[in-house]
């Protein structure tokens, strides 16, 4: 075979060959930027999953409450059994005695009047004055009292997973945000080297 026709034999083999990737490209074959590439989907067994804590800080309010007495003192007046309505009217009857006693004349009638209610006067506040008496009364109740206050405590939360897998004997480990089981799905892709 001469030179020629071997060129034109190897150029034909490669178009055969390129147009048959160009023809067989489907589902799991394709072009990337001007290169052929063959990716699937395959399984690998998981041998170690180890979860990723992270700590957060939790914030709660808390109310504390407890009892405390408290004292509260009243003042208490009252009478004891003086009869101001007779004081008064017995004040008044001796001041009216004594204004009529010292007036003379038209000016008795004005003494006597001024008498009976100056007299009517002393004798109610003399009645008041002796006969009301006040106390204090100490009572003591017992009263709730609350603190509020804000508790900080520390939690764990799982922040995502480190998983450990095995592909065609080859361990590998991949950060997850879930934890996948027994097998973890892998898309492999072949693409040649130019």
């Not at 150029?11 to 590439?37: P, Q």
């Not at 008041?128 to 206050?149: I, L, N, P, Y």
């Not at 945000?177 to 693409?191: A, S």
Request: glycine letters at 12%.
């Amino acid at each position: 075979m001469n030179k020629f026709n071997k060129n034109l034999l190897l150029g034909g083999l490669a178009l055969a060959l390129s147009t048959g990737v160009l023809a067989d490209r489907g589902k799991h074959h394709g072009w990337k930027h001007g290169k052929a590439f063959d990716e699937r989907v395959v399984y690998a067994k998981v041998v170690k999953v180890k979860p990723i804590y992270r700590e957060i800080r939790v914030v709660e309010p808390v109310s504390e409450c407890w009892s405390e007495p408290v004292r509260e003192v009243r003042e208490i007046r009252y009478d004891r059994g003086v009869n101001r309505t007779g004081n008064t009217l017995a004040g008044a009857i001796i001041g009216g005695v004594i204004g009529h006693q010292i007036g003379k004349g038209r000016g008795r009638k004005l003494a006597t009047a001024v008498g009976t209610i100056v007299g009517a006067q002393l004798g109610h506040d003399a009645a008041g004055a002796s006969g009301a008496r006040a106390t204090r009364s100490v009572h003591t109740r017992v009263e709730e009292v609350c603190e509020r206050s804000e508790r900080v405590r520390y939690e764990e939360e799982i922040e995502g997973y480190r998983v450990t897998y095995r592909y065609q004997g080859e361990k590998y480990t991949i950060r997850m945000p879930y934890d996948p089981g027994t097998r973890i799905k892998l898309r492999l892709r072949v693409e040649p080297v130019f």
